[in-house]
C-alpha cells in the first residue's frame, strides 16, 4: 500500500454526438484504451492498447490513426496536444478479432515531465494525457486515456486488474462464457456476470486535507456495449452485479453480435474483453392465402 494525497482518476472518452444508447456501438468507436502499466515513473515504457470497434468492416477499410500528449495539464482545464506528434514505436492497425482493431504502440515517460510542476505534484505525481485521433474514411473520432505519472521512489505502483471474461446465464443457469457461447434465441432475455480476480484488486491509502489517513481498497466497474439493434438494460455495473443482453428480433443478418466490457478499478488500472455471439437465424413466417 502507498499513500496518496487524493483518489487518483481515470478519464476516457470519446469526442462524438451523444449515443440515444451508449451501450449501442452503430460505428467507429474506441471501446477501451488500456496503458500497461497504468501508473509509471519518468523515463519509464508505457504500452498503449487501443481497441476500436467497427461495425461493417470486412477487413477492407482501414482505420488511420496520429497520437499525441499533453503533460503537467491542470485537469480541470483541457488538453490540446499535438496530433502530429507519433509516439514511438507505432504499429499500425494490424490485428483484428471480428469487429475489433486494436493498435499497439509504446510512449516513453519524459523525464522532464515534473519541469514546472508544482511542489504538491512533484511529490504525489501529475497526468500524462495520451491522445487518439482515427478515422476509417466515414467517421472521425478522438479517445484520451490519462497515465497516472509518480516519483519513480513512490512503490508500489498501481497495476491493472484482471478482468478473465464473462459468464452467460438463462434463468439463473450457466449455460456459457466468453470462450464458448451458444447460438442465443433472438429476443430472448440472458444475464451476463462479469469474472474477475479479486486479488488483483489493491488496497491502498490516501491522505485527505485535514491529514487523517484512510486505507480504501479499489473496487471495479464494468462498461458494456455491444453491437447495433442489442438491447441491455444498461450500460454500467458494480462488483458482481449482473446486467441483461436481448439480441435483436429482426436486423442482425449476419446471425452474431459482439459484446464488450471495460473493466476499471477506479484508479486508472483496466483491462478488456470482447466476445462474439451467435444468433440463432431470424424465422421468417410467409404469409398465406
Not at 464458448?180 to 491522505?207: C, G, V
Request: aromatic share 8%; net charge negative.
Amino acid at each position: 500500500m502507498r499513500f496518496c494525497l487524493l483518489l487518483i482518476c481515470f478519464a476516457a472518452y470519446s469526442c462524438s454526438p451523444s449515443f440515444a444508447n451508449p451501450y449501442e456501438v452503430k460505428d467507429l468507436r474506441v471501446v477501451a484504451m488500456i496503458a500497461e502499466p497504468p501508473e509509471a515513473a519518468p523515463g519509464d515504457s508505457v504500452t498503449m492498447t487501443v481497441y476500436y470497434a467497427d461495425p461493417g468492416n470486412s477487413g477492407t477499410r482501414i482505420v488511420d490513426s496520429r497520437f499525441g500528449t499533453c503533460h503537467n495539464e491542470d485537469p480541470n482545464e483541457d488538453c490540446v496536444p499535438n496530433l502530429e506528434t507519433i509516439l514511438s514505436d507505432h504499429a499500425a492497425v494490424t490485428t483484428r478479432i471480428d469487429d475489433i482493431l486494436t493498435d499497439t504502440y509504446r510512449y516513453v515517460v519524459p523525464n522532464n515531465i515534473f519541469d514546472g510542476a508544482s511542489l504538491i505534484e512533484q511529490f504525489y505525481g501529475v497526468y500524462a494525457d495520451v491522445f487518439v485521433h482515427a478515422n476509417n474514411s466515414i467517421r472521425t473520432i478522438d479517445a484520451l486515456k490519462r497515465v497516472v505519472v509518480t516519483p519513480a521512489k513512490v512503490q508500489p505502483k498501481n497495476k491493472n486488474p484482471r478482468l478473465l471474461g464473462f459468464d452467460i446465464l438463462y434463468q439463473d443457469i450457466k449455460i456459457g462464457d466468453e470462450t464458448f457461447l451458444p447460438a442465443l434465441n433472438r429476443a430472448t432475455a440472458y444475464t451476463l456476470k462479469p469474472r474477475y480476480d479479486a486479488s488483483s484488486l489493491e488496497a491502498y491509502q490516501i491522505i485527505d486535507y485535514n491529514q487523517q489517513v484512510h486505507i480504501l481498497k479499489e473496487e471495479p466497474s464494468f462498461i458494456w456495449s455491444c453491437s447495433e439493434h442489442c438491447t441491455l438494460d444498461r450500460n454500467t455495473s458494480y462488483n458482481n452485479e449482473t446486467i441483461t443482453l436481448t439480441p435483436p428480433l429482426t436486423e442482425n443478418t449476419d446471425n452474431a453480435l459482439t459484446v464488450h466490457v471495460v473493466m476499471r478499478d477506479g484508479r486508472g488500472g483496466e483491462a478488456f474483453v470482447a466476445a462474439r455471439v451467435v444468433l440463432l437465424p431470424e424465422v421468417k413466417v410467409s404469409a398465406t392465402q
